[in-house]
């Protein structure tokens, strides 16, 4: 699969600069995927390098645009983290403005106030959490397994041991589901201080690929965790299988999920895909399936969501990452075009038989 060209973002007009560097990053939020991505991957990156941030035409690409309450909740997260002053941070708004003071830790409670996708709220609060070298915990509340967004079991069994093995300290808890519409999930994290985020880069054979899986279910009947199951079995026909557990969860409304791993020289690898109603329970099984059953046959260290998800982190080590992974989403296009902004750095991605190789050399954000 040839390699998706990489949109770049334009530097707009300067604003005044506050923090550290005293370096301004305006961008365009339509670019690239068009969505929360783009702000998720700003806001993280504005306050991990101290740089003031101005985003346009925020969530561009979707209907209806502008900002919805997880990404109003991700930004005053991050916001909090920094000391930063806000502006435009609020549901519908497609234009703000960030100006970060140092990151700091301390004890934080962050409410989406919808079904909002947790994960999504983490994939911004995480990198600079991690970053500011002292003790963060945080409880969040909203959605935990939601719609085209990764489940928060996803984010446990499969990017928390990629982060360890990369040398961060992180844990979650998972206290309550939340599942679309009704929300009322909660999620606590713990980052510890501890050394610089190391490079991604595997060596030795792969682990053997025994596949375990999830399904989280909630006012359900055992039909739909059974369907969901088959489906799953069906697509992985041929792969080492594991436990494929069934946890009835307590929730405030009914909701599916169900999420697979298994382990890689990274850490982990996975697939995942969350119900919603008039959706056939054995499509979400062959979802979760499939992005795992691809990444496995490739043989690829790291799959295609994770890829988006680890991109920042090898962007704040120091030294060359290099993995594996089997296709690169706009997701992931999207996180490189923002981040080049902020600091250079040099990727190439190499052919790499029924594989592509990413190689990135961090500059230690």
């Known amino acids: 699969m040839p390699e998706a060209p ?3 973002v ?3 007009p300067p604003i005044p600069p506050t923090g550290g560097r005293l370096t301004v990053v305006s ?3 339509s670019i690239g995927e068009g969505g929360g991505q783009v702000l998720r991957t700003a806001v993280a990156l504005s306050a991990i390098t101290e740089s003031a941030l101005k985003v346009t035409n925020i969530r561009g690409g979707r209907e209806p645009p502008g900002m919805k309450a997880q990404h109003v909740a991700a930004v005053r997260a991050v916001g909090e983290l920094c000391g930063a002053e806000l502006e435009g941070v609020e549901v519908g708004s497609t234009e703000m403005r960030f100006k970060p003071e140092s990151l700091r ?3 934080y409670e962050v409410d989406v106030g919808t079904a909002g996708s947790i994960a999504l709220v983490l994939q911004a609060f995480l990198p600079p959490a991690i970053s500011c070298g002292e003790r963060v915990e945080a409880t969040v509340k909203g959605g935990t397994d939601v719609f085209k967004a990764p489940t928060i079991t996803y984010l446990a069994r499969v990017l928390l041991p990629v982060l360890r093995n990369m040398g961060a300290n992180v844990t979650l808890e998972i206290q309550r589901r939340g599942f679309f519409p009704e929300g009322g999930g909660v999620v606590r994290v713990t980052v510890e201080p501890g050394a610089s985020v190391k490079p991604l880069a595997p060596t030795g054979p792969q682990p ?3 596949i375990d899986g999830e399904i989280a279910v909630s006012r359900l009947g055992q039909d739909i965790t059974d369907r969901i199951r088959r489906a799953m079995v069906r697509r992985l026909q041929g792969q080492p299988l594991g436990e494929m557990g069934v946890d009835l969860v ?3 409304g009914e909701g599916v999920s169900a999420t697979l791993w298994a382990p890689r020289r ?3 690898i996975g697939g995942c895909d969350v119900g919603k109603r008039g959706y056939p329970a054995e499509r979400l099984g062959e979802t979760a399936a499939t992005n795992i059953a691809r990444a496995l046959r490739a043989d690829a260290d790291v799959d295609e969501h994770l890829l988006d998800q680890v991109l920042i982190y090898c962007l704040m080590a120091t030294g060359r990452s290099s993995f594996s992974f089997e296709s ?7 996180v490189l075009a923002v981040a080049g902004e902020f600091a250079p750095f040099r990727k190439e991605i190499q052919n790499d038989g029924r594989r592509k190789r990413m190689v990135i050399d961090g500059e230690g954000l």
Not at 328 to 334: G, N, P, R, Y
């Open 250 to 252: 307590e929730a405030s």
């Open 10 to 12: 334009k530097p707009g």
């Open 105 to 107: 830790g301390g004890t």
């Open 328 to 334: 690169m989403s706009s997701h992931a296009q999207t």
């Open 266 to 268: 990274v850490g982990a």
């Open 208 to 210: 053997r690929p025994t």
């Open 27 to 29: 961008i365009d939020g």
């Open 6 to 8: 990489v949109q770049k």
